[in-house]
Each structure stands twice: as C-alpha cells, then as structure tokens.
C-alpha cells in the first residue's frame, strides 16, 4: 500500500523510516534530530506514522515482551513496536492489517534479512492471539497508559481528579491553531480567507484561528507574507497578559506597557511570543536564547513577519554577561521544561524525559527567576510560564520564588491562568481561551515587583 502524504513511496519504505526513528528514540534522541535524517520525500509519512508508534509504544512493547520475550537486535525490535502499534485495536491504524504485516516483512528484509521471518511470526502470532493480548497488558500500567510509570503516578499525585484524562488526552492528535498578525487583520477576517481556499475554520477572540483538519503552512494564505502565524490558543495568551491588553474573558486591564517600553523576552526560541509582543505594540524587545541556532529562528520569524528585535545569544541565568544596566518595563520567561503538556504534539517526549529530570528543570527555572528579578525595575511586572502541567515548574516555583522574594507579588488583575490542560474544559478557568478546543497544558503566572 502506498502513503496517502506521497504515493510514490511503498509502504515498506515508510515503516524502515519510521523504525529508524523509533529505534533512535528508544536511544535517547530526539524525534526531530531523527526525523531530519530522514529523506525529504519520506518525511511526511515517517513523522504520521512515528507519531502513531511513540502514542502506543508503551503497549506495543508490552504485546512484545509477551509474544518474543528476548528481545530481537534493535532495529528488528524497532520494526516489530511500529508494526505492532499500527495493528493495535482502537488506535486507527491507517493500513488493513495483512498489508501491513506484508510490508512489515518486506521491511524486515531490507532491514535485517535473518530477522524477516521472525517479524512475520510474531506479527501473525500477534493478529491472532491479539485480543487475548490486549487484555493481557492492560494490567501493566505502562501498556495501559502509553507512558512511563513514573510520569502517571506524577499526574496522579498532581491531578487526581484529572490524571486519566490527562494521559488519554496526550494519545490524541491536537488541534491546528493559528494566530493571526494583528497588524495585519482579524480571525474573523482570515477565517472568510481560508473558506475562500477550501480550508474550513473558526474564529475565536480577536486573532485565534482553530482549523478543522490540519494543513501544511504552505496551504494558508498569506503565511510567507507574515500574515499569520502557527500558535497553539494557551501559548497565545502569553503576550497580551504582560502588554496589558484585555484579558480573555474581555475584561480590560488596569495596566499597560507604555509605547517603547524596555522588554526582555528570555529563552525566546524559536520566537513565537517575541513576534506576538511586537505584533501587539510598539516595543524594545531584547530576545534572548542560549543557544544560537536556536537564536536564528528567532530571526527567522521576525523576518517573515516584518517585525524587529534585537537578538542575543546568552544564558538569561547570568545577566553579567550581557544586561547593560538599564532595568527593564517587563520580562517574559518561558523557562525551560519537562514539555509534559504538549506530548501530544511531541510524543516522544515522555519516553526521554526521567523522573529526575524534573527536579533539575525545577532547580533550573528557580535560578532563572532569581537571576532574572533584579534586571526587573519596580513596578514592572514579569510573566513566568512553561508549557508543563506538574505542579513543580508551575504552581510550586511560584511558591518557592515568592517566599524567597519580599518584593514580588501576584498580579489579580488581568487573572492569569495559572495551570491550563489538555482538556476542554478549561473554558471555566479564569483566564484560559474562550472555546472548548482544548489548548495545550501550560502555565502562566503574572508578578510585579514592588
């Protein structure tokens, strides 16, 4: 069978691509540093169906170790989880199973010739003795959840009312949410532009644009000009809490950046909230980021949009090697995270993060705010936030900083969020977008200095 994102591509082809990428996931790498060593052509479909595999990987596994429990060499094993993940019941493969089992084999030959009998058996044996299976897994709580243990225990000591939902949330494909340049024009507008190109849309608020059934950028009109940009609805709320502009629930705040005021955009890569800032006002933005090709994004999305920054490459966490002195109106610090709310656009992050990597992120993100502070003058306001749901990078830090800092306080008017999740009903959340399109798990928190 043929991919439905290039014809000309056989089947077999994608699933040795896709097996590349889980192989180098279960490694520790990245799902993007592994996708990028894949051929342009196969890009598409190998990313659609690794995406598939890492959502079920935790069952595919589990199937595994029941039916082979040695494991075969790695790039076999490799095949047999994406094979396996796409034969799963209930997870939508794209492909009728015996064609899949067909092309999985053909795989296994270009792949690992001895072991392309092996993938056979198991996979036959699998489709049929896979409902007994199933059933069998599920009492492993990894199967059952599609993510480490430790990750579903952290949930449920966060969220307990929450945590199941939560994981299923993270299996499901999110919605396309773009941003309008409110230079430019308005959702509404834009919502009548895209209807014009087939592309059916809603508009929410002044500049949230939700697609239907997401599309390649270059589908959308207008997107190399600047006008309009991909920006999931929670991370949207980021730059008109700390401008100052009317909250989401439309009531108008009680302080705002002055035109030309003094702002830090920390850790700014790849420069989404630094282009929405300047998208809303007339500002002196300082984009930041330590790693410099990183910084190039930044450069990038400006450049598109036709918007100035001055950029530098620098550790936000020692403003000796690069503050000049003069205080700034407002800080924005998107710390770095363990991106545990946005796993369902970046599936691979749960089976590369450790359960002891959210202490160092949280350890990290405490010397960012004490660093950053006293580059804040008095009376300007800093907005914290991660696009993380444990409480450790969001409600905690706040917390922990707040009783370390006699000069820094809650700002209650506009309300921010505070933790958002991937679910729809943080409608009723103070300060969370007004539409049920579930927006990433984030959290911002608005302080201002005394």
């Given at each position: 069978?043929?991919?439905?994102?290039?014809?000309?591509?056989?089947?077999?082809?994608?699933?040795?691509?896709?097996?590349?990428?889980?192989?180098?996931?279960?490694?520790?790498?990245?799902?993007?540093d592994a996708l990028a060593r894949c051929p342009s052509e196969a890009r598409p479909g190998t990313q659609a169906l690794s995406f598939h595999a890492l959502r079920w990987l935790g069952s595919a596994h589990a199937a595994r170790e029941r039916l082979a429990p040695k494991a075969p060499p790695p790039p076999v094993d490799a095949l047999l989880l994406t094979a396996i993940s796409l034969l799963w019941p209930g997870a939508e493969a794209p492909y009728p199973?015996?064609?899949?089992?067909?092309?999985?084999?053909?795989?296994?030959?270009?792949?690992?010739?001895?072991?392309?009998?092996?993938?056979?058996?198991?996979?036959?044996?699998?489709?049929?003795?896979?409902?007994?299976?199933?059933?069998?897994?599920?009492?492993?709580?990894?199967?059952?959840?599609n993510h480490p243990a430790w990750w579903s225990e952290r949930l449920r000591a966060d969220w307990p009312d929450d945590w199941q939902a939560l994981l299923a949330a993270d299996n499901l494909r999110p919605p396309m949410t773009l941003r309008v340049n409110a230079r430019r024009s308005t959702a509404a507008a834009y919502v009548q532009r895209l209807a014009g190109h087939g592309i059916a849309a809603q508009a929410f608020g002044a500049q949230t644009v939700v697609l239907a059934v997401p599309c390649p950028v270059t589908r959308l009109p207008g997107f190399t000009e600047g006008d309009v940009s991909v920006q999931d609805a929670a991370a949207q709320l980021a730059a008109p809490l700390l401008i100052g502009e009317a909250s989401?629930?439309?009531?108008?705040?009680?302080?705002?950046?002055?035109?030309?005021?003094?702002?830090?955009?920390a850790c700014a890569a790849p420069g989404g909230k630094t282009a929405h800032l300047l998208e809303l006002a007339e500002l002196d933005v300082l984009a930041l980021d330590s790693d410099p090709e990183r910084l190039k994004r930044v450069g990038e999305t400006l450049q598109r949009l036709s918007l100035h920054a001055r950029t530098v490459a620098a550790d936000a966490a020692r403003p000796d090697t690069w503050w000049d002195g003069r205080p700034f109106d407002a800080i924005l610090l998107d710390a770095p995270c363990s991106a545990s709310g946005i796993v369902r656009r970046h599936p691979d992050v749960r089976w590369?993060?450790?359960?002891?990597?959210?202490?160092?992120?949280?350890?990290t993100q405490a010397r960012l705010l004490d660093a950053l502070w006293p580059t804040l003058k008095p009376g300007g306001r800093l907005l914290y936030c991660t696009c993380s749901v444990f409480k450790a990078e969001g409600q905690a830090q706040i917390d922990a900083f707040l009783q370390r800092q006699a000069q820094a306080g809650l700002v209650r008017h506009p309300p921010a969020p505070g933790h958002l999740l991937p679910l729809p009903d943080n409608g009723t959340m103070a300060g969370a977008p007004p539409f049920g399109a579930s927006p990433d798990g984030f959290f911002l928190c608005l302080l201002q200095k005394t």
């Open positions: 069978m043929k991919s439905s994102s290039n014809p000309s591509l056989p089947l077999a082809r994608l699933l040795a691509h896709t097996a590349d990428a889980v192989q180098a996931v279960r490694a520790g790498q990245s799902l993007n199973a015996h064609t899949l089992v067909d092309q999985a084999v053909t795989a296994a030959r270009q792949r690992h010739k001895a072991g392309a009998s092996f993938v056979n058996a198991v996979l036959r044996r699998f489709l049929r003795e896979r409902d007994a299976i199933v059933a069998a897994v599920q009492h492993d709580p990894v199967a059952a959840h989401p629930a439309g009531a108008q705040a009680d302080w705002r950046l002055p035109p030309g005021a003094h702002v830090l955009d590369l993060r450790r359960s002891t990597d959210i202490a160092a992120l949280a350890k």
